[in-house]
């Protein structure tokens, strides 16, 4: 479930690969945590962004107020 103080302000498909970029900012000044699930497997990763450097994570850790590049891949 899509926390409701996350907000998803842009989302871009990788054309390079099966992945997009989700630009996601968290809005009530609470730490948040949640998981990319669906029907398959999706491989999730922090990123900068140009959609570099990325570090594999398991859950999205949000501060309060902060802002994050994810990149989703299958």
């Known amino acids: 479930e899509f926390p409701e103080n996350v907000l998803l ?3 871009r498909p990788l054309t390079d690969e099966n992945a997009v970029i989700f ?3 968290e809005l009530n000044g609470d730490k948040t945590n949640f998981e990319v699930k669906g ?3 999706f491989q999730t ?3 900068d962004v140009l959609g570099e450097s990325a ?3 398991d859950k999205v850790a949000l ?3 902060e802002t994050k590049f994810i990149k989703v891949a299958w």
Request: hydrophobic fraction near 35%; charge should be neutral; avoid cysteine.
């Open 9 to 11: 302000i842009n989302s």
């Open 23 to 25: 630009h996601m900012r």
């Open 39 to 41: 029907v398959n497997t």
């Open 45 to 47: 990763q922090e990123v």
């Open 55 to 57: 570090k594999d994570v």
């Open 63 to 65: 501060l309060p107020y």
